[in-house]
């Protein structure tokens, strides 16, 4: 008696009937939240135009009222442009402030308080995150509290020290004080607790020492943290207002936001010149930011930045 086999049976494509079809792979970068197809797409688009409109408003208002007369300006409507354009109010900030002794002071001092806030933080934050020495989480959490502090407690002793060394009205008491980030030796030990001790360790069987292995080994894997931190320090150093308002007298040492307030203060209130003066002070970072503004994307969404 021959022993009889039974054969799956076939789909009319092919296939077996009772194989279980795998579920389909999602693409990559499918939206999470929205779901596949034409209309979430779509959402998000109209979703996104809307912010984006919602965020260029106040800058093209700005811009609309840099280019008109002040009694223009002051016309009443919802119209941004409310007479003729006009270089007019770029002239008289131009004419009554020495817009490019400000704006090269403005940049020395972001780049001197940029590449001395890195070399300090990267190296505080190395031996933070690899030392064993005895206080090291005590000096940690000194570090971390820090942060809490605000930095309006600080104005009345630095403005001492800065007396008592004879620095008033230099550019180096505009630069000292703010070379010091507590904030971003914590990112930056963070990122550096992420990275594999191995590679420090067959560089140090190779005969490295350790300031050799931070600087071939860990600053190369380091960046994109490096880059985006730079980013930062260098917009709140050209930003800051306070501390160099205080510390300089000099109208030859000012930055450009403080020597165009002093511009808009001594004249009173005109709104066009106020934001023709706005948008001078924020110019260099605009085309700093088109110029980078790949490499500063990427840096952020790398280290995950975006909201300190």
């Not at 570090?143 to 809490?148: F, K, L």
């Not at 350790?210 to 600053?219: E, G, K, N, Y």
């Not at 970072?285 to 280290?303: E, G, H, N, P, W």
Request: hydrophobic share 55%; charged share 15%.
């Amino acid at each position: 008696m021959s022993a009889t086999t039974t054969r799956p049976r076939l789909h009319p494509a092919g296939g077996p009937l009772n194989r279980r079809r795998r579920p389909k792979a999602e693409p990559e970068g499918a939206p999470l939240l929205l779901g596949h197809g034409r209309l979430p797409k779509v959402l998000a688009s109209g979703a996104l135009i809307i912010f984006a409109a919602l965020w260029l408003l106040p800058f093209v208002w700005a811009i609309a009222t840099s280019f008109q007369q002040e009694q223009d300006v002051a016309k009443p409507g919802l119209n941004p442009i409310k007479g003729a354009l006009t270089l007019e109010p770029y002239r008289v900030i131009l004419e009554r402030g020495n817009v490019p002794v400000w704006a090269f002071n403005s940049i020395l001092i972001a780049v001197l308080v940029t590449v001395i806030t890195i070399a300090i933080s990267t190296l505080a934050a190395y031996g933070l995150s690899r030392g064993t020495f005895r206080g090291r989480k005590l000096l940690l959490a000194l570090t971390v509290s820090s942060i809490m502090v605000p930095p309006q407690l600080l104005i009345v002793p630095l403005f001492q020290e800065m007396l008592a060394f004879n620095l008033v009205d230099t550019y180096w008491a505009v630069i000292l004080p703010q070379v010091v980030a507590p904030m971003m030796v914590f990112i930056l030990k963070r990122f550096f607790d992420g990275i594999p001790r191995e590679l420090e360790e067959a560089a140090r069987i190779d005969g490295a020492s350790d300031l050799r292995v931070f600087w071939s080994i860990v600053l190369p894997l380091s960046r994109p943290i490096v880059a985006a931190v730079s980013v930062f320090v260098f917009i709140g150093a050209w930003n800051n207002f306070m501390w160099p308002y205080i510390v300089t007298n000099d109208p030859a040492l000012m930055t450009l936001p403080v020597g165009l307030a002093t511009v808009k203060d001594a004249y009173g209130v005109v709104y066009a010149q106020s934001m023709a003066s706005a948008l001078l002070a924020a110019a260099p970072l605009i085309i700093v930011f088109l110029f980078f503004q790949r490499r500063i994307v990427k840096s952020v969404a790398t280290t995950g930045l975006g909201g300190t």
